[in-house]
């Protein structure tokens, strides 16, 4: 049985519960403040539905790891980006989110802005779900129509891209064509385990930065 505690002051959940509870945006919005800076629990809003989560402790290893290969493939394609973490995505009323990552690549529209405006700005290129608890649903990104979201679950990356007003899972990335991004990212976890940051060093040997 999990010992959750919501009250308008506490918020106290196990390690890996996912817990969902009906609520208006403004219950949202009051839960978001009561959070304040802390990353956990993870917090979002469906309508009429608010979703609360903690994270498992391999959640922000594996997710390290990822964002960091993100980086290292990119910069071998010489392709620039814009990189964000855990910012807070919403659209009043409608839909509030907190994406673990997300990426701008090539245009850069938000470089320099202090806030996204949801509603006028171009959405991110590419948004990461590490979904150790099965809390990320491609549909909770229609309303953003970010281009592409993996979602990674039990060390595998589903891809998902956004086409005719719904996400479709696809096997290759529109960013890393030819690369085999599960291959490589078994590769990183297996090292990440014996070398620690040295498991990056040894994947920006094998994909060096574009001169």
């Known amino acids: 049985m999990l ?12 390690v890996g519960a996912v817990v969902r509870l009906p609520g208006t945006w403004q219950d949202y919005q009051v839960v978001l403040n009561q959070l304040g800076d802390r990353s956990s629990p993870h917090i979002k809003y469906r309508k009429g539905e ?29 392709l620039k980006f814009d990189s964000y973490h855990e910012t807070t995505m919403s659209l009043p009323e409608n839909s509030g989110i907190i994406p673990d ?40 990104y229609l309303p953003y129509r970010v281009k592409e979201l993996w979602i990674v679950r039990r060390q595998k990356i589903e891809i998902y891209q956004f086409r005719d007003e ?10 890393f064509p ?11 976890l297996a090292d990440a385990y014996k070398l620690g940051s040295g498991a990056i060093d040894k994947l920006s040997d094998r994909y060096p930065r574009q001169r």
């Open 178 to 188: 030819g690369l085999d991004l599960n291959a490589i990212l078994k590769d990183c």
């Open 3 to 14: 010992n959750v505690i919501v009250k308008p002051n506490t918020i106290e959940l196990p």
């Open 101 to 140: 990552h997300f990426f701008y690549i090539g245009e850069l529209p938000v470089v320099g802005k202090s806030r996204i405006d949801w509603n006028n700005d171009p959405p991110p290129d590419l948004a990461i779900e590490c979904d150790v608890t099965s809390f990320t649903s491609p549909n909770d």
């Open 166 to 175: 719904s996400y479709i899972l696809v096997e290759q990335s529109q960013f």
């Open 50 to 78: 608010l979703l609360l989560m903690v994270p498992l402790p391999e959640h922000g290893k594996q997710l390290d790891i990822i964002v960091d290969m993100v980086k290292v493939l990119l910069r071998h394609l010489g």
